[in-house]
């Protein structure tokens, strides 16, 4: 399977290091999000590969939801459940929460279809700094703090009109704002999934965004232009 070299498997339990995690940030979703450094205080793997192992183990749905209850460290062990149904959770070895799942519809199998999604899903969520949420922040006058980003994914939720795909597919962005209260903001990415030039779905990408301070477009200017650098010779 193409995630195999990020995720190991033992019986049922399933282990994330962080240097796996940290090559699928880079290398798949492109996201240098400090949180996912494997040096980092707070690490912790990116939703995205949670998102891209539920698929693979559930397939896709019409119509599916993923919430991410809690943060996964290194090596945590995972259980995602063995059955299949409309509601699932995956949790850690102790039985917290860590990921929530509801899928409704009709589903599919196809390793192809599942592989196409993923790839093309986790660029366009991998993205989001600073393209899309460098100039949210701008609009609302606030950003993060740039010695410590606290920048998590929350939730995604999407739904597709058709499982039979013919081209290959393609996430675009829809719409994206910014809702601000206090210290605390809550990102929005609205995205259609196209199977060539037809459209065939769209989600919704929510972001939470911690320790807002004012606005200073001199300290956010060099932390992107850091980032970029990261990027760039990865």
């Not at 460290?73 to 995972?78: A, E, K, S, W, Y």
Request: overall charge negative.
């Amino acid at each position: 399977m193409f995630l195999a070299p990020y995720y190991n498997e033992s019986g049922n339990v399933v282990n994330i290091s962080a240097e796996q995690a940290s090559l699928f940030a880079k290398s798949k979703c492109q996201d240098f999000n400090p949180i996912h450094d494997p040096d980092s205080k707070r690490f912790c793997v990116p939703g995205d590969l949670l998102f891209a192992l539920a698929l693979c183990k559930y397939g896709i749905s019409e119509s599916m939801k993923f919430e991410f209850t809690g943060m996964v460290g290194d090596n945590v062990g995972l259980l995602f459940p063995q059955h299949d149904g409309e509601q699932l959770t995956v949790t850690n070895e102790q039985g917290k929460s860590l990921l929530d799942i509801i899928k409704q519809g009709n589903s599919s199998q196809d390793l192809t279809l599942i592989e196409n999604l993923i790839n093309n899903y986790v660029l366009f969520s991998g993205r989001n700094f600073p393209e899309l949420l460098m100039p949210l922040m701008e609009k609302h006058q606030v950003m993060f703090n740039t010695a410590r980003p606290l920048v998590m994914y929350n939730s995604m939720s999407f739904d597709l009109q058709s499982l039979e795909v013919k081209d290959e597919l393609q996430v675009k962005l829809s719409d994206a704002y910014l809702q601000v209260e206090q210290k605390r903001a809550e990102e929005f990415l609205h995205f259609d999934i196209f199977d060539g030039d037809t459209n065939i779905g769209n989600g919704v990408k929510k972001v939470v965004i911690g320790g807002l301070k004012p606005y200073d477009h001199e300290a956010i200017s060099a932390f992107s232009e850091a980032y970029q650098a990261r990027r760039s010779t990865f």
